[in-house]
C-alpha cells in the first residue's frame, strides 16, 4: 500500500510540474500579480462553475478574488459563479456597491449587477452615477463600467435617470445614448437624431437606435447607406447587421431599390442578408438569385445563400453547377453542411479530374464525417492526385469521426459544445497551442516508429538476447500499443503516396508483433529443444514472410475502418496508459509497485499481451462478421485465414512465458556489495549490479530525458496560449515521453547483469530488457569488455572487474543452482542402473549421457534427497582414473523416481582441457549411490557420437 501511495503522490507531482510549467509561460501568470495569486487563479479557473449553497462568507470570499490585477478570465469564472446564486446575492452586491471604495471591484460589482438583470440594482446604479460627482470613487473607468452594467441590465426603469444624468454630463452621451438604446427608448433618440444637425453628434446615436429595433428607427437609418461619407455608411450597415437584423431587412432593401452602387449592394449582401435569420424574408432570396452571375456581385450572391442555407437558397446554388468554375460555385458550402453533399456530389462524378479535386478539397474542409462514403470510390480513380487526395480527406476525416464518437458518451450539453468548438475551430479556438503539442506527439511516435522497426528486425533474426523478460516485454508492449494507435491519429502526413507510407507504418509493427510473439527462450549448451520448440522456429521463416505480405494491408484497412469509434479505441488508450505506468515504474522510480515476484510479472506480461493481441486482431474478426453479413464468403475466409496464426502466436508466447509456472524459493547467499541484487525466476537467479547515485548530477541527468517530453510540451502549450486542450495534451505527452525517455535513459546507461541456470552463467549489459554482444552461456565467468570496463571504474578492489569475495559469492551460486526442494528418503534406499554415451561435443570438452535408474526401494525418492543426506554429490566419474565434474539437469533431479519404476536421466560431464584433447580417454567410471559402479568405453578419438 505504502508502495502505491507513493507512487500515486510521484505521478500526482509529475502531472503537477506540467501543469506548473504550462501556468508559468501562459498568460494567466498575470504581470505584477504574486506567483501564488496567479497559481490560486488559475486553479479556481479550471474548477467547475457550481458554487455550492450560497451563504454570505462564500459571496464574501468569491468577491475577493476580484481586483485590480485579476485577468479577465478569472474574472469571468468568479461572476459566473454569482449569477448561479441568482437574486439571493442581489441585496449584497447593491450594499457593496454603495460601501465599496476600491475601483477594480466596483467595476466588477456593476458589471454583476447588469448581467442580473434586476431592476432594484439597475436602479441603484443610475442613482450612484447621478450623486458620483465629486465622490472618491469617481476615477477614470468607473462611470463607463457603470453605463455599460445599465445597458446590459436592460430594466426600462433607469430610463428617466439616464436621461437627467445626460443633462448633467453631456461629455458622456455616447454611453448614456447606447444604455438608452438597449433600454428601448427609441422616441427619445429619435427626437435627439431629428434635433442634432451636426454629422459627429449623429454619428453617436447611430448604434442605439440600431439597438432599438424599432420600425421607425429603421426607416431612419436605411438612407443613411447612401450618404456620401463612407464612414458613416459602413457605421450604418455595422449597426444594422449586429444590433437590428430582420428587423432592418425590409428598410434596407427598398433604399438598394434607388441605387447602383454596388459598393452599397456588398455591404448589405455581406453584412445583413448572409445570416440564418434572412431566410423567414420571402423577399431575399429572389433579390441574391439576380446576382449570381453578375461579374462584380457574384461572390457577394453566393455567399449569401450559403449562409442563408434554405432549401429556396439551396435550389438556387444548384443552379449554377456545370455553368461556372467549381471552385467558385462551392466556395462557401462549408456553411451548408451535409446539405450540400448532393451538390458536391455532382462534382465528384465529373469526368473533369481538376472538379473532382475541388470537391474532395472542400469535403475535406467542411469537416463533416458523413462525407466519407463519398470518398471512398475515388480510391480508386483512375487519376493519381485525385486518389491521393481523397485518402488524405479520408484519414483527416476519420479522426474527426473518432472525436465525434467520444463526444457522443459525454452528457449531452458538453458533447454538443465539444464537438461543436472542435469541428469549427479545431482545439476550441487554442489552434497554435494545441498543434505545438500535437508536434511533439508526432516525433515520440516517429522514434518509436524506427525503434519498432529495428527491434522487429533483431527478434526475426533471433539476434536479441532477452535478460530480463518482464521488463523487455514491457517495453515491446509500450510500442506496439503506442505505434498502432500513433499510426492512425498521428501520421497524416507524407512525401509522396500516403497509403503507402501508412501501410509501411502498420508493417513495421506487426513485424514487431511477430517477432515477439514468436520469441523463445534459448536452450542451454547441450540442451536440445522439445518438438514444439523447433516447430515455432520453423513456423517463424513461413508464417512471418506470408503474414506480413496478406496481412499488412488487410490489418490496416481494418484498424482503420475500426478506429473511427471510440468503443474501439478507449480499450487501446486504456492499454497505453497502464503501459506508461508500468514503463515508468520500471525505468523512472527506484521500487516496484507490487511485491517483486518472477510469478507475478510472468502473469502480467501474459495478460498484456493477450489484450493488445486481442484489441489488435478484433478488427480483423469484425471483417469476418461484416463479409458474412454482405455474403462474400471468399473475403470472410481471407479474414478468418489471417487470424488462425495470430491464435498460434498466442499459444506459443504463453507457452514461453509459462505464466502459471512454478516459483521455487532458493535460500541464496547474501551479496557482499549492496549494489548487487538477487531475483529469482525458476530455474534462473539473476544478479544485477548499478551502483548508487553519488550527488545529484547523475539522477537529474536520468530525469532529464524523462520529464524532457512533458515539460516542452506544456510550455509549448502554455506559450501558445493552448487553453484547456492544450493543458490536457502536454499531460497525455508527458506520461508518453516520460515514458520513452525512461527507456532512451536505460539504453545509454545499462546495469551490469549476470545470469546463472542450472550451473551456467552468462553476463552483458541488458538495454531495454535484452542486449547485443552478451556473452553466452559458459560453465566459467567471463566478462565481456564493456562490462569490465564498467566494473572497473568502481573504487571497490577489482581483479578482471570483480573483487575475489564476489567471484566467490557468484561461485557458491552457480553451484547450488540445481538444488531443488527438501524431501524425505525411505529408510532403504536402493536402486540400480545403466548408461549410455549421447553425444561429444567436437573439443570433447561436454560430454552427454543416459543414465536409467530404477527404484528398488519401497517408496519413492530423487537424486536430490540422496545428495541432501549425505551432504555431497551421490553421483560421481573418473575418465581413466581422474575425476571430472558431472551434472544433472535440476528439474529431473528434483523428480521423484516411483517404486519400480525406470527413469531415464541426461548427465552433462565437463572433462578439464588436459582430458579433452589428444588421442582421448578410453574408460569413463560412474559411481553413485547404494554401492553402484558402471564402466563404459569412450570413443578411440575426440568428436565421435556414440550410436
Not at 292 to 311: D, F, T
Not at 509 to 533: D, S, T, V, Y
Request: hydrophobic share 45%; charged share 20%; net charge positive.
Amino acid at each position: 500500500m505504502r508502495r502505491f501511495l507513493l507512487t500515486s503522490c510521484i505521478v500526482i507531482l509529475l502531472l503537477g510540474a506540467f501543469g506548473l510549467t504550462f501556468f508559468t509561460v501562459s498568460p494567466y501568470r498575470v504581470s505584477g500579480q504574486p506567483y501564488l495569486r496567479s497559481l490560486n487563479d488559475f486553479v479556481l479557473l479550471l474548477g467547475s462553475d457550481r458554487p455550492g449553497p450560497f451563504s454570505a462568507d462564500g459571496y464574501r470570499k468569491l468577491l475577493g478574488r476580484a481586483g485590480p490585477k485579476t485577468h479577465r478570465h478569472v474574472e469571468d469564472k468568479i461572476r459566473r459563479k454569482l449569477l448561479r446564486w441568482g437574486e439571493p446575492i442581489i441585496p449584497l452586491l447593491i450594499t457593496d456597491l454603495e460601501t465599496t471604495f476600491d475601483p477594480a471591484k466596483l467595476r466588477f460589482i456593476a458589471g454583476t449587477l447588469g448581467e442580473l438583470q434586476a431592476e432594484p440594482g439597475a436602479l441603484a446604479m443610475a442613482e450612484l452615477l447621478l450623486r458620483l460627482e465629486g465622490d472618491p470613487r469617481d476615477v477614470p473607468g468607473v462611470r463607463r463600467a457603470l453605463l455599460t452594467a445599465l445597458e446590459k441590465s436592460r430594466a426600462a426603469a433607469a430610463a428617466p435617470q439616464l436621461i437627467a444624468y445626460l443633462g448633467q454630463n453631456p461629455r458622456h452621451r455616447s454611453e448614456v445614448y447606447a444604455a438608452l438604446g438597449a433600454l428601448g427608448r427609441a422616441d427619445f433618440l429619435l427626437d435627439e437624431f431629428h434635433r442634432e444637425t451636426d454629422w459627429e453628434r449623429r454619428d453617436d446615436l447611430i448604434w442605439p437606435l440600431a439597438q432599438t429595433q424599432a420600425p421607425e428607427a429603421m426607416r431612419t437609418l436605411a438612407p443613411l447607406l447612401l450618404h456620401p461619407d463612407n464612414h458613416l455608411r459602413m457605421r450604418t450597415i455595422s449597426a444594422l447587421s449586429q444590433s437590428a437584423r430582420e428587423a432592418a431587412i425590409d428598410a434596407c432593401l427598398e433604399v438598394l431599390g434607388r441605387t447602383r452602387d454596388e459598393y452599397v449592394y456588398s455591404a448589405v449582401m455581406q453584412a445583413l442578408l448572409a445570416n440564418r435569420f434572412a431566410a423567414d424574408n420571402p423577399r431575399v432570396v429572389p433579390f441574391l438569385r439576380q446576382f449570381l452571375n453578375h461579374p462584380g456581385l457574384a461572390w457577394e450572391a453566393n455567399y449569401a445563400l450559403a449562409r442563408i442555407g434554405s432549401a429556396e437558397a439551396i435550389d438556387a446554388l444548384a443552379s449554377l453547377v456545370g455553368t461556372q468554375d467549381p471552385h467558385a460555385v462551392m466556395n462557401h458550402f462549408e456553411y451548408l453542411g451535409s446539405a450540400a453533399f448532393p451538390l458536391i456530389g455532382k462534382f465528384l462524378a465529373s469526368p473533369d479530374p481538376y472538379a473532382r479535386r475541388q470537391a474532395i478539397y472542400k469535403l475535406e474542409e467542411m469537416l463533416e464525417p458523413q462525407a466519407i462514403p463519398l470518398l471512398r470510390p475515388l480510391l480508386q480513380d483512375p487519376d493519381y492526385w485525385v486518389k491521393k487526395a481523397a485518402g488524405e480527406a479520408i484519414l483527416g476525416l476519420e479522426k474527426l469521426q473518432l472525436f465525434k464518437s467520444f463526444t457522443e458518451y459525454l452528457p449531452e450539453r458538453a458533447g454538443r459544445s465539444a464537438w461543436r468548438g472542435f469541428r469549427f475551430e479545431m482545439s476550441w479556438g487554442f489552434r497554435d497551442g494545441f498543434a505545438h503539442g500535437i508536434s511533439i506527439f508526432k516525433w515520440l511516435h516517429r522514434l518509436g516508429l524506427v525503434v519498432s522497426l529495428g527491434l522487429g528486425l533483431l527478434l526475426i533474426f533471433n539476434l536479441w538476447r532477452v535478460f530480463e523478460p518482464y521488463r523487455f516485454n514491457l517495453f515491446v508492449q509500450f510500442l506496439l500499443v503506442s505505434g498502432f494507435l500513433g499510426d492512425f491519429l498521428l501520421y497524416d502526413e507524407a512525401l509522396g503516396d500516403f497509403g503507402q507510407h501508412y501501410l509501411l507504418a502498420t508493417g513495421c509493427h506487426l513485424l514487431l508483433l511477430i517477432g515477439f510473439f514468436c520469441k523463445e527462450n534459448k536452450p542451454l549448451p547441450g540442451q536440445l529443444g522439445n518438438r514444439f520448440a523447433r516447430l515455432g522456429g520453423a513456423n517463424l521463416a513461413l508464417l512471418a514472410p506470408l503474414l506480413l505480405w496478406f496481412g499488412t494491408p488487410a490489418l490496416t484497412q481494418a484498424l482503420r475502418r475500426n478506429l473511427v469509434d471510440f468503443a474501439n479505441v478507449w480499450p487501446g488508450l486504456v492499454l497505453l496508459l497502464l503501459g506508461c505506468l508500468l514503463v515508468i515504474e520500471q525505468w523512472a522510480l527506484p521500487w516496484n509497485l507490487l511485491r517483486p515476484s518472477a510469478r507475478r510479472q510472468r502473469r502480467l506480461s501474459a495478460l498484456f499481451s493477450t489484450a493488445i493481441l486481442g484489441w489488435i486482431a478484433w478488427p480483423l474478426w469484425l471483417q469476418v462478421w461484416i463479409a458474412v453479413s454482405a455474403g462474400n464468403q471468399d473475403q470472410a475466409t481471407f479474414h478468418l485465414l489471417l487470424l488462425l496464426p495470430f491464435a498460434w502466436l498466442l499459444l506459443r508466447h504463453w507457452l514461453t512465458l509459462n505464466p502459471f509456472g512454478r516459483q521455487r524459493s532458493f535460500e541464496l547467499p547474501r551479496p557482499p556489495l549492496p549494489d548487487w541484487q538477487l531475483a529469482s525466476d525458476g530455474e534462473r537467479i539473476s544478479l544485477r549490479w548499478q551502483p548508487a547515485a553519488r550527488g545529484l548530477l547523475q539522477p537529474l541527468l536520468q530525469l532529464l530525458p524523462v520529464l524532457g517530453a512533458g515539460f516542452a510540451a506544456a510550455a509549448l502549450a502554455g506559450f501558445y496560449r493552448g487553453g484547456g486542450p492544450g493543458l490536457i495534451l502536454s499531460l497525455l505527452v508527458g506520461l508518453a515521453g516520460a515514458a520513452l525517455g525512461g527507456l532512451v535513459s536505460e539504453f545509454f546507461r545499462p546495469r551490469v547483469m549476470l545470469q546463472i541456470e542450472d550451473g551456467y552463467l552468462r553476463c552483458g549489459l541488458p538495454r531495454l530488457g535484452g542486449t547485443l554482444g552478451a556473452s553466452r552461456w559458459s560453465r566459467h565467468l567471463y566478462l565481456p569488455d564493456a562490462v569490465r570496463a564498467r566494473l572497473e571504474r568502481r573504487a571497490a578492489p577489482a581483479g578482471g572487474g570483480l573483487s575475489e569475495a564476489e567471484k566467490g559469492w557468484i561461485e557458491r551460486l552457480r553451484l547450488i543452482s540445481g538444488q531443488g526442494e527438501p524431501g524425505k528418503l525411505p529408510r532403504q534406499a536402493k536402486l540400480a542402473a545403466r548408461a549410455r554415451l549421447l553425444w561429444s561435443s567436437q573439443s570433447a570438452d561436454l560430454l552427454l549421457m543416459d543414465l536409467q535408474v530404477k527404484n528398488l526401494s519401497p517408496g519413492p525418492f530423487s537424486l536430490a534427497m540422496l545428495d541432501r543426506q549425505s551432504g555431497k554429490l551421490s553421483w560421481k566419474a573418473e575418465l581413466d582414473g581422474t575425476p571430472v565434474e558431472l551434472m544433472f539437469h535440476r528439474r529431473q533431479r528434483e523428480q521423484l523416481i516411483p517404486a519400480g519404476a525406470v527413469k531415464s536421466l541426461q548427465l552433462r560431464l565437463f572433462p578439464r582441457g588436459d582430458l579433452a584433447v589428444g588421442p582421448g580417454p578410453e574408460k569413463l567410471t560412474l559411481t553413485g549411490p547404494a554401492g553402484i559402479a558402471l564402466e563404459l568405453p569412450l570413443p578411440a578419438r575426440a568428436g565421435e557420437v556414440a550410436r
